[in-house]
């Protein structure tokens, strides 16, 4: 079973940047579709940017050209880079990880398993 620990969240203005990271244990992630939800107060948790095994991403309109997802299978670990970022942006981010692809790729949230969060505040 595998766990998640998000890092890196925190406070910045807007236009400025900042790095999460989510560290897998339990399990090798290295065949995982890998992804980063987010989700504000009163919201439904939304996936935003995705990586399957292969390196291949996708990521959501709001973030695409801001936010890059990436991987390190040899430290078990995925990244989110954030620039430019917007008051909008502000919400609890979740890393999560899932053992299987669906119709082929990672998007959605069907069977995902979450990290505990870190909060993002833009302002």
């Known amino acids: 079973h595998v766990q998640l620990v998000e890092s890196g969240g925190g406070s910045v203005e807007a236009g400025g940047s900042l790095t999460l990271s989510c560290a897998a244990s339990?399990?090798?992630?290295?065949?995982?579709?890998m992804g980063w939800f987010r989700q504000v107060a009163g919201e439904e948790r939304g996936g935003i940017a995705f990586?399957?095994?292969?390196?291949?991403?996708s990521s959501a309109d709001s973030v695409k050209g801001r936010f890059t997802i990436s991987r390190n299978n040899a430290k078990n670990t995925v990244y989110l880079q954030m620039n430019n970022l917007k008051p909008e942006d502000t919400a609890m981010y979740y890393c999560?990880?899932?053992?299987?692809?669906?119709?082929?790729?990672?998007?959605?949230?069907?069977?995902?398993?979450y990290g505990q969060g870190t909060q993002v505040t833009v302002s």
């Open positions: 990586i399957d095994s292969y390196g291949n991403i």
């Open positions: 999560a990880a899932r053992s299987y692809t669906v119709l082929g790729g990672c998007e959605g949230s069907q069977g995902y398993a």
């Open positions: 339990g399990d090798s992630v290295s065949s995982y579709c």
